[in-house]
Each structure stands twice: as C-alpha cells, then as structure tokens.
C-alpha cells in the first residue's frame, strides 16, 4: 500500500502559482496509477487530476485542465501539482491516492493529512 505525505501549500492571490507534492512511502508506488484530489470547506471531495504509473497518460478535471499540470518522479516515489492561474475556487485542501478505472477513483480507503491551498480575491 501506498502511504501519501502532501505538502506544499500555502496561500496565494488569485493568479497565483504553487507546487504540491505527494511522497509516497513503499516501494510499489511506481505500481500505481495516482491522483490528486480536493476538498473545499462544506464540500466533498472531488478528482482533479491523475497520471500512469509510467507518466505517459494524464487526466485533468474541467474545471483545472490548461491550468494545473500533474507529473511524477518514480525514482524519488513523488508526484507532484503544478497549479497556475489559481483562482479562489480552488481553495481546498489537495489529497494524493492511488487510483483506478476509468473514473480515476480513489483506490485506497486511507488518507493522508493533505496539504492547504488557499487563494485569496
């Protein structure tokens, strides 16, 4: 199983950047498929982004696509968030999972503690 630490949040103006990463503890992550995901305050969580396990595919949320860029750097078992042109409706806090299906679900039932991104108007 994989064992997700994010990091890297933090608060910005809209328009903004930041860098989140998710370290992963065990020596599968390579094995894995893996997302980003968020949640905002009185919110559920929702998908935002997600990457092969080889980093040949990626997937973007509508809501993030031209935006964010998703990556990963199997020999330091990381992947990390590039989020641009943040805007205050991506305030949340990021989580990182493995995932799977077509539907990028989340594929472990533990999570780790996230990271805080706030965006200011």
């Known amino acids: 199983q994989v064992q997700p630490v994010e990091s890297g949040g933090g608060l910005v103006q809209t328009g903004g950047s930041l860098r989140l990463s998710c370290a992963a503890s065990g020596r599968t992550f390579s094995n894995y498929d893996m997302g980003w995901f968020r949640q905002a305050p009185g919110k559920g969580r929702e998908y935002v982004a997600a990457?092969?396990?080889?980093?040949?595919?990626?997937n973007y949320a509508d809501s993030v696509k031209g935006r964010f860029t998703i990556s990963r750097d199997n020999a330091k078992n990381t992947m990390y968030l590039q989020m641009n042109s943040l805007k205050p409706e991506d305030t949340a806090v990021y989580y990182c999972n493995a995932v799977y299906g077509s539907s990028y679900r989340p594929l472990f039932n533990s999570w780790g503690r996230g990271t805080q991104v706030t965006v200011s108007s």
């Open positions: 990457i092969s396990w080889s980093g040949g595919r990626l």
